[in-house]
């Protein structure tokens, strides 16, 4: 399965765009997205050019990603 998943988090305005290639990465993302939605609260840890992105989840967090290549 190939992976190419695109991450929006912010308002469409002026959202930040992640885009992972490697399945770990985004498998490790993605269920600390679902686990702050479940929640209703959490962080966000993304590692991005050697740096790490924290986001503290709350309902008011758009977050949304596109999932290309799945089948």
Do not use: C
Request: zero cysteines.
């Amino acid at each position: 399965m190939t992976t190419d998943v695109s991450l929006y988090i912010g308002p469409e305005t002026v959202y930040k765009k992640f885009r992972f290639t490697d399945a770990k990465a985004w498998q490790a993302v993605h269920s600390q997205i679902l686990a702050a939605m479940n929640a209703g609260k959490g962080t966000i840890e993304i590692a991005w050019k050697g740096d790490k992105i924290v986001y503290v989840y709350s309902p008011y967090l758009m977050v949304t990603w596109v999932e290309k290549g799945t089948e």
